[in-house]
């Protein structure tokens, strides 16, 4: 029955799921289980290796999602209606502000309200931070590769493209020896 | 730079992002944050700052909103052109899912081995804290600037961001309030935009 969701259906649904999900992949989760298991596209209990394998891939997670969910239902034009229909909304809007901003920048109520903003913007990308290193850095040497990171990129002008690629090899040489061949 | 190669230039650096995020919005910003503000210098910290607040204010992923918004301010920067801005924003946007798609349709069809696979596990181990200190750097961009000349640091304030004391003591706030008060990064940068306000 599955091969009998129209396209356009699979996008407008998903379209409703991206307006309504503010803050990414995590507050979309419970969107996408009541607009889904509704309609009997996906059974829940589905739903928890899909969040999986969606966060364990690269790139945004609410795409990965939409791809995926898409895939189930109509192959790979579904997962392409799928995951058009959830960037719509806020790219639309996205759009729409940036066009505007562009005019507002100058005004001294949104410059000065903005001066307020930038402080608390850097703290909410230390907030998760913190937790994510209080989640994966158990060990010293985990603590070492954080530290490391950071100087490499903060201080010494190094690109986060070439420390993710390196840790990348090594973490998996390392792995491939120590756990996968002896 | 001809309107062309500035698209093409735009959409390598987005699809090289969308392949190498691993660990979610976060550590996608402090790829877009180096790309857009230190390596190609398309944006100024403070703008680049603007932009993250308003992506975590709207609907949708934070990393997709900038991404759309940074395209955008990239070619209506260079053009003064709107229709050019939508174009960057479309390359930026698309650019950045294109690998998502050709990773997540291969691992729809190896399923199963791929969610038990040690080696991905054990690499993936690696991965997160260097992701942790890339998050770390890309807040610590927005803070101050390193400027090396020869064996010597210069460094110095992001002003734009930290004109005096009070926008420290914001960020100590903010910070507490989002720790330990769980306060909700939309009600916070609203706060913010009345603190600042008052303040300024």
Redesign the interface.
């Known amino acids: 029955m599955n091969q009998q969701v129209p396209l356009w259906k699979i996008f407008l649904v998903f379209a409703k799921i ?8 995590y507050a979309m989760i419970p969107i996408i289980q009541a607009e889904l298991s509704r309609r009997g596209w996906i059974p829940d209990e589905d739903l928890p ?1 899909i969040v ?13 999602i939409s ?2 969910a898409g ?1 189930r239902l109509r192959g ?1 034009k579904g ?1 392409i209606a799928a ?1 058009l229909g959830s ?1 719509t ?3 639309l ?3 729409a ?3 505007f ?2 005019a507002f ?1 100058d005004n001294p ?1 949104v410059e ?22 209080r989640k ?2 158990l060990r010293w040497w ?2 070492v ?11 010494l ?1 190094v ?3 070439y ?3 390196s ?2 090899a ?3 040489a ?3 020896f ?3 061949r002896p | 730079m001809s309107i062309a190669a500035l698209l093409l230039q735009l959409a390598w650096t987005f699809l090289v992002i969308g392949a190498l995020t691993f660990g979610g919005g976060y550590a996608m910003l402090s790829l877009i944050q180096n790309e857009v503000v230190v390596h190609h210098a398309w944006l100024s910290e403070s703008a680049f700052t603007d932009i993250v607040a308003i992506s975590q204010m709207t609907p949708g992923p934070i990393g997709i909103n900038s991404a759309t918004y940074v395209g955008y301010d990239v070619l209506y920067g260079a053009t003064g052109s709107h229709l050019a801005g939508v174009f960057g924003s479309m390359t930026a946007t698309l650019a950045l899912m294109l690998p998502s798609f050709v990773i997540m349709l291969l691992v729809v069809r190896f399923y199963t081995r791929f969610r038990t696979s040690r080696l991905y596990g054990g690499t993936m181990a690696w991965l997160k804290p260097a992701v942790v200190g890339l998050i770390g750097a890309a807040a610590v961009i927005l803070m101050v600037k390193v400027h090396w000349d020869g064996w010597v640091p210069e460094v110095s304030l992001v002003r734009d961001n930290f004109p005096d004391w009070k926008s420290w003591g914001l960020l100590a706030a903010a910070f507490a309030a989002s720790k330990w008060g769980r306060v909700n990064p939309i009600l916070l940068i609203l706060l913010a935009a009345a603190a600042g306000l008052i303040l300024y």
């Open positions: 991206g307006a309504f999900t503010i803050g990414g992949g290796d999986a394998l969606s966060q364990s891939a690269p790139g945004v997670m609410a795409v990965n791809i995926f895939h790979v997962s995951t960037i909304p806020s790219f809007i996205i759009l502000i940036a066009m901003f562009t920048r109520f000065r309200a903005f001066q307020g903003i930038r402080p608390v913007v850097i703290a909410l990308i230390l907030v998760p931070m913190v937790n994510m290193a994966c850095c985990h603590w590769l954080a530290g490391g990171s950071l100087v490499a990129v903060a201080l002008n690109s986060p493209v420390i993710i690629l840790v990348l090594i973490g998996f390392v792995t491939y120590k756990e996968v």
